[in-house]
């Protein structure tokens, strides 16, 4: 039972336009969401979070998305980079479980030039 | 900091042997986590430890899964017997306090 969801194994965008990577999830207990990027032969690395309480938040060129109602999240990378290819995962935890991650399967984005 | 350290980076076993994972984590950090990465079910948490304490091992598979934590500095995955099916990418991570989650680089197991 996958509680996160990206629908997508893979995305491919040309160089300078926007990414958007998609996330659905179906506990309503979730409060917490997080973006991790990896690199082929890296674990995974922290990139932005989001906190229920809101609905957006922006760091550079990486913004996330939060749909409560429709409990669904999104991340845009503008522009998009060639150093952005990687596999991005989505993640959400609650405040009562605060370590405890749960992953969506990940999606690999491709940027190309 | 070095980060966190996993060894082996990659272990060719055959089925029915032990396996054991090693990871250090970052100095200072008083949670670590044990992850494995599969294509079927993405990454999943197996284990995690608060001051060297085992909190939730809800994710260990079976019971051919055993994890340790003898001191802040040291933490052993192992599986006994190994299966062809636990082939995966298993990720310790590491954090300090309800902060962010650092990850090693993963060990690549494969069982023959």
């Known amino acids: 039972d996958q509680q996160v969801k990206q629908n997508s194994p893979s995305l491919s965008v040309q160089e300078g336009r926007i990414s958007i990577l998609n996330c659905d999830y179906t506990?309503?207990?979730?409060?917490?969401f997080l973006w991790y990027k990896k690199y082929p032969a890296e674990g995974p690395t922290f990139l932005i979070s989001?906190?229920?309480?809101?609905d957006k938040n922006e760091d550079g060129r990486f913004t996330v998305f939060l749909n409560k109602s429709a409990k669904h999240l999104s991340l845009h990378i503008v522009p998009s980079q060639p150093g952005d290819s990687a596999v991005y995962f989505c993640?959400?935890?609650?405040?009562?479980?605060?370590?405890?991650?749960?992953f969506g399967q990940g999606t690999r984005l491709t940027i190309n030039p | 900091d070095a980060g966190v350290i996993q060894s082996p980076r990659h272990e060719v076993t055959e089925m029915g042997q032990e396996v054991t994972l090693r990871c250090k984590p970052i100095?200072?950090?008083?949670?670590l986590f044990w992850y494995r990465q599969t294509m079927m079910r993405g990454l999943e948490l197996l284990i995690y430890?608060?001051?060297?304490?085992?909190?939730?091992d809800s994710g260990m598979p079976e019971d051919r899964f055993s994890a340790k934590m003898p001191n802040a500095s040291f933490s052993t995955l192992k599986i006994q017997p190994s299966e062809p099916r636990d082939s995966a990418v298993y990720f310790c991570?590491?954090?300090?306090?309800?902060?962010?989650?650092?990850f090693g680089p993963g060990t690549r197991l494969l069982v023959l």
């Open positions: 989001i906190s229920s309480i809101k």
């Open positions: 993640a959400a935890n609650t405040i009562q479980g605060a370590q405890k991650l749960v």
């Open positions: 991570a590491s954090a300090q306090k309800q902060e962010t989650q650092y």
């Open positions: 430890f608060n001051n060297n304490v085992p909190i939730d």
């Open positions: 506990n309503s207990m979730f409060d917490y």
């Open positions: 100095s200072g950090h008083d949670y």
